[in-house]
């Protein structure tokens, strides 16, 4: 049973911090800072305190900080420190959305609408119940098949629509042509494409290559990178190994764990192979997209 955000009377306030509001339940807290005019500005969400506390914190300075919550315990016999906070790894954006959506029923409806917001917009978040549709005024090669002239006597070529798509036989794309081919059929910004592939990279498996692994002699365990720019990167211990430009396995940190705008200049050279686009699509149980699986729906064929 979630409860529901309640506000805490009399909160202390922090010289020379913005005012700040308190709302909690057993297992959310929830500040929200303040304005000069009383509207929300930043916000600092901790949740499941009666597991592993962690934090969110978006100001307008820094964007997003996650967090986890060392509550200072085992420092010693019959002591407890101060609890500070600490790296706080993966972010599970949806689950802590929907958490805070049931818990909001009380609150303000600006606070609601401002973080809500929020949540959404962390580069975590994945709008899982229409990011896969594919709409309605997609491409349709039925459209572009060629006609028969007026008067023409109908051949036996087969009808562009029944062919197999070209893209069928690509085997691999640069990482900004699959975020613009894709943004384009979920008619998506390409920044939130973008980011939702860096996620895939860095926390599921999705892999991304800067240079093709075949060209370096002996097995994936054995390689060894001497020195810039290469370097090894695996999501998973059992997942293949990425090999990456150091500078863009950064930058890709850098938008899932900082909220970094993805940049087509440090992304430029990295590419992604057909076969493993599909298997993270499989994986997350998604739908090919069409622009590089065609019209096919199951995954099987």
């Known amino acids: 049973m979630i409860g529901t955000l309640t506000e805490i009377s009399a ?29 929300p500005a930043s ?26 919550v060392d509550d200072g315990e085992g420092v010693g016999v019959g002591y407890k420190a101060t609890p500070i906070l600490v790296a706080g790894g993966r972010f599970d954006a949806n689950r802590v ?31 899982r119940e229409d990011l896969w549709k594919r709409p309605s005024y997609a491409f349709n090669p039925t459209r572009c ?5 007026r008067g023409s006597t109908p051949t036996s070529e087969p009808a562009m629509a029944t062919r197999r798509p070209l893209t069928q036989f690509v085997e691999s794309y640069r ?27 860095i926390c599921d498996g999705l892999r991304l290559q800067s240079i093709d692994d075949r060209w370096i002699k002996g097995n994936d365990r054995a390689v060894e990178f001497k020195g810039f720019p290469y370097v090894g990167y ?20 850098g938008i899932v764990n900082r909220a970094d705008a993805p940049s087509r200049e440090k992304l430029s050279e990295e590419f992604i192979l057909r076969r493993d686009f599909r298997a993270w699509l499989v994986e997350l ?13 199951s995954r099987g064929l």
């Open 43 to 68: 916000f600092q969400l901790c949740y499941d305190k009666r597991r592993s506390e962690r934090a969110l914190t978006w100001t307008p300075e820094r964007g997003f900080l996650h967090m986890a």
């Open 234 to 253: 695996r999501a998973d211990p059992k997942a293949p190994m990425c090999v990456l430009r150091a500078s863009a396995l950064d930058h890709l940190l």
């Open 97 to 127: 959305c929907d958490r805070f959506a049931a818990a909001s029923g009380r609150l303000p409806g600006e606070i609601v609408e401002f973080v809500g917001n929020k949540l959404k917009q962390h580069p975590d978040y994945v709008r």
């Open 175 to 201: 990482f900004w042509d699959v975020t613009t081919l894709w943004a384009r059929e979920r008619v998506e910004h390409e920044s939130v494409v973008a980011s939702a592939l860096a996620r895939g990279v």
């Open 11 to 39: 909160v202390r306030q922090i010289p020379g911090e913005p005012p700040r509001r308190w709302f909690r339940t057993d297992d959310l807290d929830l500040i929200v800072w303040c304005n000069e005019v009383g509207a």
């Open 285 to 297: 149980d998604l739908r090919l997209p069409t622009f590089w699986f065609g019209t096919v729906v």
């Open 145 to 149: 098949a060629p006609q028969a002239a």
